[in-house]
């Protein structure tokens, strides 16, 4: 048996905690194993030494000493818990200030902002445009114009450029290039009113016959008069009439 | 004594029939040229504007125009000798063709021009006498605003502003300035143009009626080209990450965009 377990059932014997069948047993084994007798014989001693002593009472000088310590440590104790209320009210109410001030900066913090950069960078490419629009370079012009093209939403702006340009660019060039680029804007009613003013008085033939393709895609009804002048007008060219006749019966399938 | 009339008039013929060179010295850098039926301008590295043409006038016209000037709308002119007049003025040189060809007379006229290849070059038709209008190895920004005009070009740059309504475009580029922009824009036939593949551009590719081709490797941005109609189609992107703006129309007929 092995000496840790010796041990523990040999304090379960010597405490008359064993089991009386299993005591006798284990009396027997004790007398035959000196080492068993020997570990007995130091638990018993062991134990009437636990016995034997005498109790030890403090001196009045040190019990006096150890109750002052002892209140001294009571009272400091109460004052802690006092402090560390008054802490938790404090980090309530801050707790609570910062709260409030978070839920006002929420309730004003705009949150567009990837809306805004957008803006930003439309509003810089719209300026962009509009500076190039006012070049002598033709060319520069023309790629002024295009810009447009790649612009989601109809910007006034924008659209009042494209809509100068096509009424008085000194270039047919340029005011050609305006016609194809406000023919993505031509949901709003002014410009159509512009295509329709601009053919009015165009003299060059390529915008004239971009200009009657244009509006007779758009089944533009307020457009008819100024086929009709353009089919009435001696002065104009054959190809310019056949298309403002092809444009007017495209217009009249639609009546 | 009729033995040499018919010598002088045998010299005369032998003078007019010969090819005729004129020759200017430009103060500016942009050349405008005026109803001239039908030319070839080629760009090269000298600094004179030379005029070369095999100008024929009719036998009896010229014989009893001796002494005269022709009327050409704005003056009574006609110093070259060759159907044009040329002007220089403070913002360009001026060349025009004032010999009215609708009689018969100096049919199928063709002049050549050499001009310095950075030029600037306008030109201007609007009749159906317009032939072809060749350039070649020009740099300088071309303008062209015809009706009935084939129009040839060859080894140039850009930027450029072309429409014609009658005659075909076909651009060969050498390579492509980066510089303004490219406007081709023909009614009635079509637009083809070739570009060096390593060209950087932003697209915009209309027909009306026609079909676009290319192989070109062309980032197509399908929600601003659309979809394709019953009739015509659109098409914006990009070349090589964007660059100088392609725009090509061709309302009638089909666009061509090749790489080289």
Not at chain 1, 72 to 84: C, F, L, P
Not at chain 2, 63 to 86: A, M, P, Q, R
Request: proline share 2%; net charge negative; with cysteine.
């Amino acid at each position: 048996m092995e000496k840790d377990i010796q041990e523990h059932i040999i304090i379960d014997y010597l405490n008359g905690e064993l089991e009386p069948s299993y005591h006798q047993e284990v009396e027997r084994y004790i007398a035959d194993n000196t080492s068993a007798q020997k570990l007995v014989a130091e638990y018993q001693n062991l134990y009437e030494t636990i016995d034997n002593c005498a109790t030890v009472a403090p001196t009045l000088d040190m019990s006096n000493d150890f109750q002052q310590f002892l209140d001294q440590e009571i009272s400091d104790s109460n004052q802690k818990k006092g402090a560390n209320g008054n802490n938790y009210l404090k980090q309530i109410l801050l707790l609570g200030g910062l709260l409030v001030i978070g839920l006002i900066i929420g309730l004003n913090l705009d949150t567009d902002a990837p809306t805004q950069l957008k803006d930003h960078q439309f509003a810089q490419q719209e300026d962009g445009m509009l500076d190039l629009l006012n070049e002598a370079s033709v060319s520069n012009r023309i790629r002024a114009v295009n810009m447009s093209t790649y612009t989601e939403l109809p910007d006034d702006a924008i659209i009042q450029a494209l809509s100068k340009t096509l009424l008085s660019d000194k270039s047919d060039h340029v005011r050609l290039a305006s016609v194809e680029a406000l023919a993505k804007f031509t949901t709003e009613k002014g410009v159509r009113n512009t295509l329709i003013n601009a053919l009015g008085k165009e003299t060059d033939e390529t915008v004239q016959i971009a200009l009657i393709n244009l509006l007779a895609s758009l089944k533009e009804k307020d457009a008819m008069e100024s086929f009709d002048k353009i089919i009435q007008n001696r002065n104009a060219v054959d190809f310019v009439k056949n298309e403002a006749h092809s444009g007017k019966l495209k217009l009249i399938e639609t009546y | 004594m009729k033995s040499i009339s018919t010598i002088i008039l045998c010299l005369t013929i032998l003078h007019t029939s010969h090819s005729q060179n004129h020759t200017i010295t430009p103060t500016t850098n942009w050349v405008h040229l005026k109803s001239v039926n039908s030319v070839s301008i080629e760009g090269y590295d000298g600094k004179e504007i030379i005029i070369e043409s095999d100008y024929k006038d009719n036998e009896k016209v010229e014989e009893k125009s001796v002494g005269l000037k022709l009327w050409n709308n704005d003056e009574f002119d006609n110093s070259t000798k060759i159907g044009l007049t040329i002007k220089e003025k403070s913002d360009a040189v001026i060349i025009k063709q004032v010999v009215n060809n609708a009689c018969g007379v100096n049919d199928d006229q063709h002049y050549n021009i050499k001009m310095p290849k950075n030029m600037n070059i306008k030109y201007e038709h609007s009749t159906w006498e317009g032939e072809i209008l060749h350039i070649k190895n020009i740099s300088g920004t071309i303008e062209v605003s015809t009706n009935y005009n084939e129009i040839v070009l060859e080894e140039v740059t850009g930027p450029m502003a072309i429409k014609t309504v009658y005659g075909g475009i076909t651009a060969d580029f050498q390579e492509v300035s980066q510089t303004g922009s490219v406007s081709l824009y023909s009614v009635y036939e079509h637009v083809d143009v070739t570009v060096p593949t390593t060209t950087k551009s932003n697209v915009n590719l209309n027909t009306t009626y026609g079909n676009i081709y290319s192989d070109l490797d062309i980032d197509v941005d399908k929600q601003k080209s659309g979809k394709k109609g019953w009739t015509g189609s659109k098409v914006i992107g990009t070349v090589n990450n964007g660059g100088v703006d392609f725009i090509l129309t061709a309302t009638y007929a089909n666009i061509y965009l090749r790489s080289n």
